[in-house]
């Protein structure tokens, strides 16, 4: 999707608010379903095995309302220069509700256990602490950087249809371990939210416009609000078929430098935790 | 613990979050993206979808008039459907089975020159 609005940002297109909608819709979806994944790592993580698949079953039911709507269960393959592909029916929408609302509601008392159990806190409390102004320094992003006390989330540039929803970034000032949890676990409820918001406000219109033509000679950079962090990238066309460059950051890049200061001097039962805790997609950082 | 309890006393009394996969099926939402297939006599060897398809999965073999398919290259982007000039590859919304072995599909296509020129020079013949 990023790419996509990088590309679109190059000639430039205006795309149309319905399309602006659903790609919200959709990157919402996309975190529910990473912070569902995320929090069942965890528990993971410290051997807490019935709480990992628990998680999954919940975030099983977001994979099929994105195969319902997008056609694939976790990468998107809707999204085009100047619009998307798919578009969200009206039975579809209801569907998508019903099944958020009994999402928000298993996730609620799973949720319970993780901020409350004694086992949970005793193993993320005061585990890979980076404080605010080492987060800052070192360039940390996303819920890692909001966990350490810093309100800065890139939905608040108001890109796609985030101006006109009721987004307000989720904080904690901890910076441990158990922060992070409660970061991620807070704006899996936002993210319900700001989906449940958004199939209401969802506008009438076109889904996509029809671009034509080679990338022109121009640049462009797009930043957005993945569910581990802000990701960038940038775009450089020059009027051939090919782009003249493209480079991508991904936010495990900037969160594992963090990794340098909440390790040395660690338990080794807490790398698993420490490690995870900014999640790490290695696939995504090897650029 | 006695957090979890109230979930795991639900557990006992609800029943499997899984299926017995080959048994039962779960019928395959509308559009969703399961395979594709080539209708032979649609394509036209045009090579469009080659070059559009962003894993590889498409070559076309233009003088045997050939198209091989690649399954397991194939990310199922519906890229080569929405390309395809004559319609002829079709998106299936039931998922591939699972096989042993990764299978080469190969195509043979009706072709769009020869099949013109035959026509042009039957007319001409006439």
Redesign the interface.
């Known amino acids: 999707m990023t790419v996509v609005e990088a590309m679109e940002r190059l000639w430039p297109v205006e795309i149309s608010p319905r399309t602006k909608y659903l790609r919200t819709i959709w990157a919402e979806m996309a975190r529910v379903h990473s912070h569902l994944l995320w929090l069942g790592l965890l528990a993971d993580a410290f051997g807490f095995e019935?709480?990992f698949l628990?998680f999954w079953?919940i975030r099983?039911k977001v994979l099929?309302l994105m195969?319902?709507t997008m056609?694939?269960r976790v990468?998107p393959?809707v999204n085009v220069v100047g619009g998307v592909?798919?578009d969200i029916s009206p039975e579809q929408k209801k569907v998508v509700i019903d099944t958020l609302e009994i999402i928000r509601k298993e996730s609620e008392?799973?949720v319970?256990?993780v901020t409350?159990?004694y086992?949970v806190k005793a193993r993320t409390v005061g585990v890979g602490v980076l404080t605010k102004e080492q987060a800052i320094a070192l360039g940390c992003v996303g819920p890692v950087l909001r966990a350490s006390g810093v309100s800065e989330d890139v939905r608040l540039t108001k890109y796609q249809a985030y101006g006109d929803l009721n987004y307000e970034p989720i904080v904690e000032t901890a910076g441990d371990c158990y922060a992070r949890t409660i970061v991620r676990a807070r704006e899996l409820f936002q993210s319900i939210d700001l989906q449940l918001e958004a199939l209401a406000k969802l506008p009438e219109g076109e889904i996509a416009v029809k671009v034509k033509g080679n990338p022109p000679a121009n640049e462009a950079v797009m930043r957005s609000e993945a569910p581990r962090g802000e990701l960038l990238y940038y775009a450089k066309g020059n009027g051939t078929r090919n782009l003249e460059r493209l480079k991508i950051r991904t936010p495990t890049f900037a969160n594992l430098p963090s990794l340098l200061i909440s390790l040395p001097g660690c338990e080794l039962a807490d790398v698993p935790v420490i490690v995870l805790a900014i999640d790490p997609c290695i696939c995504c950082m090897e650029r | 613990m006695p957090l979890m309890l109230p979930t795991v006393l639900k557990n006992l009394f609800t029943g499997y979050a899984t299926r017995l996969y080959p048994i039962q099926v779960r019928e395959p939402f509308d559009k969703a993206r399961g395979h594709i297939t080539f209708n032979d006599d649609k394509c036209i060897l045009c090579g469009i979808c080659a070059l559009r398809c962003p894993s590889a999965a498409i070559t076309i073999e233009k003088e045997k008039k050939e198209l091989h398919f690649y399954p397991f290259r194939c990310i199922v982007c519906e890229v080569c459907v929405h390309e395809c000039p004559t319609d002829a590859i079709d998106l299936i919304f039931k998922w591939r089975p699972s096989v042993y072995e990764k299978p080469v599909e190969v195509h043979q296509a009706r072709g769009k020159r020869k099949g013109k020129e035959d026509k042009e020079s039957g007319t001409k013949t006439e």
């Open positions: 019935s709480m628990q079953r099983e099929d195969e319902m056609g694939h990468i393959s592909r798919r008392s799973l319970k256990v409350n159990d086992t």
